[in-house]
Each structure stands twice: as C-alpha cells, then as structure tokens.
C-alpha cells in the first residue's frame, strides 16, 4: 500500500510539474512571447500518460482493497498475480532487483482461494528472496495448474539461512494451511532455489 501511494505521488508531481509549464508559456503567450508547439505536445502528452498510469495504480489499489471482501471467491491468477509483482517492485527495484512474471500466453487460471492471503503468501516468497538481494538480482514467478491443484513457483539465487527467512517460511506456513496448501522448497546443488506453493481449491460458502 505505501509503495502504491509512493508511486500516486509520483504521478501527481510530475502532472503538476508539467502544469506549471503550460502555465508558465500561457503567461508568456500574454507578454508577446510566441508558443512553443513542439513543448505543448510533448507536456500534453506526458500528462495523459500519467493520467493512465495514475489509473492504473488505482485499478491496483481498488483491487488490494477488495481483496478481502469475501473469504474465498473464483480468482483470476494471472491478473493477481500481475498485481502483486507490479505492488512490489518498486520494493525491489531499491535493492536493485527485478521481479519477473512468467505468464503463459493466452492462458488463464482460475481458482477458488482466498486472494488476500494468497497476495501475502506470494509477497513473503518475494521477501525471502530479497532479504538476499546481493544473490538475487532476478526472482521470478510462475503458475501452473493441473488436476485441480495450483502450483506457484517463485524461483530465486539464493536463500539465507537466518531468523528473518525462517520466521517468515513459518507464516507462510500458516497461511498456506489457510489456503489448503503445502509448501515445497527446492534447489540445485545449494544454490537455484525455487519456493513451491502448491494450493487446492477452497470452497465457497453460499
């Protein structure tokens, strides 16, 4: 949430930055000063693309909001889990490092979860992961769904082996006996470590 209003701020400093000059060539247009076309166009067009932008980072706010406006409801993965990368890559972005969302195209998942924690599952994966930010400078994540159960795969360098990481794989933990889960960590000669939520349907109350 406080990466999301960092970046509204973002939109609405650079809206008014380029305000102020629309407003500073209008007064000069008063003063016998001739207008610059080639600058109107290129801050007309900066503002609407902060416009858009600011629209969708409130897209991505309404639907963090809503999340967890019912305990279990049909969840689009892929959309969620677009949301939950963009949410957290400002976060990365200040250790240096690139969250990447492997989407298969043209696929779509469903599952009947509780997005909420689903959202916070999927972020501790991203903080286990960034807490070793010199290992990790791409984590990535991907999803797959087979025979009615979800598999989310968020892959990294490398995982420390301290307090922080193993208080947060213990939340993990409860949270994914709240999703009807497991949790599988795997990795290649100590290193290539990949964090595996393995999630069933979950049914919704009517």
Not at 2 to 11: F, I, K, P, Q
Not at 16 to 26: K, R
């Amino acid at each position: 949430m406080a990466s999301l209003s960092h970046e509204l701020n973002n939109v609405f400093a650079i809206i008014n930055e380029h305000n102020g000059l629309l407003e500073d060539m209008l007064a000069g247009l008063k003063q016998g000063m001739p207008l610059d076309e080639k600058k109107i166009q290129r801050s007309s067009q900066k503002i609407g693309y902060q416009v858009e932008r600011g629209k969708e980072l409130i897209k991505r706010l309404n639907q963090f909001a809503h999340s967890t406006d019912h305990a279990v409801m049909e969840t689009e993965i892929t959309q969620w889990l677009q949301a939950i990368v963009a949410l957290s890559q400002r976060l990365a972005g200040m250790k240096e490092m690139i969250i990447e969302f492997k989407a298969s195209p043209g696929e779509t998942i469903f599952l009947n979860t509780n997005p909420y924690y689903l959202q916070q599952a999927v972020f501790i994966c991203f903080q286990v992961f960034m807490a070793n930010c010199e290992a990790n400078r791409l984590i990535t994540v991907a999803a797959e769904k087979a025979e009615g159960m979800l598999s989310l795969t968020v892959a990294g360098s490398a995982i420390n082996d301290d307090e922080f990481t193993r208080d947060k794989l213990g939340l993990l933990k409860i949270l994914l006996e709240q999703l009807n889960g497991n949790l599988e960590i795997k990795s290649r000669n100590g290193q290539n470590y990949s964090i595996i939520l393995k999630l069933r349907e979950l049914k919704i109350e009517v």
